[in-house]
């Protein structure tokens, strides 16, 4: 049996983020996604258009249609976009009190446009963080979450609010190499990944990080060891990543259903 991972959010056409990036990196790793839209996006890989959230009622439908049917064995939270959205969705996720949660805190798309509107951080510090067993954001929305003008004590603020794990991720960072802090709250140690920067810009990968985590949780992995094996797939498929269209790279998620690479 393929362990199912639930997921919510955007649609993104092109392929490269959103829930068609979660699909294909829990398929490439033995997990079963089910997914809950929760907006669709007009973008392409060169910039997002712009956004519209679904009905919160159908939302909160979708799930309730998977949940009723397939036992979920970890969760996986993007785009929402709205402090109305993020209720639902944690109304939805009541249900799910034993299984792991990943929550990407996407408040802006890649490209710098805005995906949320107001009062949605506060929403998600509220009901969503302290659900959290791992959180995937990246330097500026850790800031904004943590509402601290550090990494380290805005990290620390959403451990105390109730988030098992935080991963803050680097990529955004003007260093040489990209460096990941894993922050915990059953620790004071910092847990320090560093992986060589590739050339290009991609499209997707904090997506593709955090539902590469959600399916190790699900396939039982500890928070350290799945944080571990969901960076070294995640740098893989970067390693691996393509032009479909005209602008950023897209990561390759799925080859690990193909032959070894020399």
């Known amino acids: 049996m393929r362990p199912a991972v639930?997921?919510?959010g955007g649609h993104d056409p092109s392929g490269g983020?959103?829930?068609t990036a979660d699909v294909a990196a829990?398929?490439?790793l033995g997990c079963h996604p089910v997914v809950v839209v929760t907006g669709i996006t007009v973008q392409n890989t060169q910039a997002v258009k712009r956004y519209r959230l679904l009905e919160p009622e159908l939302v909160a439908e979708q799930a309730a249609a998977l949940m009723e049917d397939v036992p979920v064995s970890a969760c996986k939270i993007g785009m929402l976009g709205s402090a109305d959205m993020v209720g639902v969705v944690a109304e939805a996720i009541s249900g799910l009190p034993g299984a792991p949660l990943v929550l990407d805190p996407v408040l802006r798309a890649d490209r710098g446009a805005a995906l949320s509107e107001p009062g949605l951080v506060d929403a998600l510090r509220t009901a969503l963080v302290p659900r959290a067993t791992v959180l995937t954001p990246n330097i500026q929305e850790c800031l904004d979450l943590g509402d601290a003008t550090e990494t380290p004590a805005?990290?620390?603020?959403l451990l105390d609010r109730g988030s098992r794990a935080v991963l803050v991720t680097g990529t955004h960072a003007p260093t040489d190499n990209v460096i990941h802090r894993l922050y915990r709250s059953s620790s004071d140690e910092v847990i320090v990944s560093e992986w060589?920067?590739?050339d290009g810009v991609f499209h997707g990968s904090g997506c593709t990080l955090a539902a590469?985590?959600?399916g190790q949780l699900a396939l039982g992995e500890?928070?350290?060891?799945?944080v571990d094996a969901a960076?070294?797939?995640t740098w893989q498929t970067l390693q691996g990543a393509y032009r479909p269209g005209g602008g950023q790279l897209v990561p390759d998620r799925l080859y690990p259903l193909r032959a070894p690479r020399p």
């Open 231 to 233: 960076l070294r797939y």
């Open 212 to 214: 590469a985590i959600a």
């Open 222 to 226: 500890a928070v350290c060891e799945a």
């Open 26 to 28: 829990l398929v490439a």
């Open 6 to 8: 639930i997921v919510f």
């Open 196 to 198: 060589p920067r590739l």
């Open 154 to 157: 805005a990290a620390r603020a």
């Open 17 to 19: 983020a959103g829930i």
